[in-house]
């Protein structure tokens, strides 16, 4: 049984920051790709950030120098730094974990809710 739970979500004003988490269990964290998606009423789910096992990370080109994503394979969990935020990263944000062999693994969290507004 695969859980992912997301926290750190809420209301900031536009240039504030967030920090989200994602714990992990019931997989082997280390070797899973980790990734951030987020999605808004009318739009498709969009990837926002990845990080490999081997700690290679990708940001779609709208976050790309304000978040960051990281993560803690002791403590099964990764996380998004977001600083500079606009009211344009409002949106839902899910945890993904996808294994490299696909077909193998993947798993996604609950979701939660991240507002940028004055």
């Known amino acids: 049984q695969v859980q992912l739970v997301e926290s750190g979500g809420g209301l900031v004003q536009p240039g504030g920051s967030l920090r989200l988490s994602c714990a992990a269990s019931g997989i082997i964290f280390s070797i899973y790709t980790m990734g951030w998606y987020r999605q808004v009423p009318g739009k498709q789910r969009e990837l926002v950030a990845a990080?490999?096992?081997?700690?290679?990370?990708h940001y779609t080109d709208s976050v790309k120098g304000r978040f960051t994503i990281s993560r803690d394979n002791a403590k099964n969990t990764v996380y998004l730094q977001m600083n500079n935020l606009k009211p344009e990263d409002t949106a839902v944000y899910y945890c993904?974990?996808?294994?490299?062999?696909?077909?193998?693994?993947?798993?996604w969290g609950q979701g939660t809710q991240v507002s940028v507004s004055s």
């Open positions: 990080i490999s096992s081997h700690d290679t990370t």
């Open positions: 993904n974990a996808k294994a490299v062999v696909i077909g193998t693994g993947d798993y």
